[in-house]
């Protein structure tokens, strides 16, 4: 099945500095999302890529789609204590389900 | 409340009982998608309604799982003869018609089930 590989797992940061994370495929993907899940709660959609080689940010986060379209990264700039959570990498299924295929997340802990 | 609602928070329950899992999609959303997520793991998706369109049951691990959505709306995750192994969070998404604005999936808080 479609698996992608997220890393790192985990990561421990000083608040205000930068983070960068990052995921591969051994598959071709049109879509790649950028989730984050709070403690206890559902994942939110941070960012969404469409466009092989497309950078995009949002506020302190950025993210970029791969050229090959097989991975991709996101960037935290500034880190604060509420960038605190897991972010997952995501990827959309064909077909008709459209269903969303997610990593293993990378576990952000800032440190004050 | 407009976001996505799930019954109950949590459920303890025993090995061999059977659980019901309730979600309220977003008001005017047409996909539903049932999502589970095991400890310190990414999300395993389930299975997916679109509109009066027969579900996609691909993710169901195994027959002891069943899902419905009554009226377009409501779904209900029935979980037969629970083992332990089922025990995660159980995440319910939906999202608005397809396309690009529908590749957004809203989720709910999840229920943590909890088999013992």
């Known amino acids: 099945g479609q698996q992608l590989n997220q890393s790192p797992q985990s990561m421990f940061i000083q608040e205000g500095e930068d983070v960068s994370m990052n995921c591969t495929s051994s598959s071709i993907f049109n879509t790649w999302l950028w989730y984050k899940q709070d403690p206890g709660e559902g994942p939110v959609l941070l960012i969404a890529?469409?466009?092989?080689?497309e950078l995009t940010s949002n506020g302190r986060l950025t993210a970029q789609f791969g050229i090959t379209r097989k991975d991709s990264f996101l960037n935290i700039s500034a880190s604060i204590p509420s960038d605190v959570g897991i972010y997952f990498c995501v990827v959309i299924s064909s077909g008709s389900a459209r269903q969303l295929t997610f990593g293993s997340g990378t576990q952000l802990t800032v440190l004050p | 409340g407009a976001g996505v609602s799930q019954s109950p928070s949590n459920k303890v329950t025993e090995k061999g009982k059977d659980v019901e899992l309730r979600c309220d999609p977003i008001?005017?959303?047409?996909?539903l998608y049932w999502y589970r997520q095991s400890l310190g793991q990414g999300l395993e998706f389930l299975i997916y309604?679109?509109?009066?369109?027969?579900?996609?049951k691909s993710g169901l691990p195994s027959d002891r799982f069943s899902a419905e959505r009554t009226g377009g709306s409501v779904s209900t995750l029935t979980i037969q003869r629970t083992q332990q192994e089922d025990s995660a969070v159980y995440l319910c998404?939906?999202?608005?018609?397809?396309?690009?604005?529908?590749?957004?999936?809203?989720f709910g808080p999840g229920t943590r089930l909890l088999v013992l």
């Open positions: 998404a939906s999202s608005p018609a397809s396309g690009r604005a529908g590749e957004t999936q809203y």
């Open positions: 890529l469409y466009k092989a080689g």
């Open positions: 309604f679109q509109g009066n369109s027969a579900p996609d």
């Open positions: 008001s005017g959303h047409t996909a």
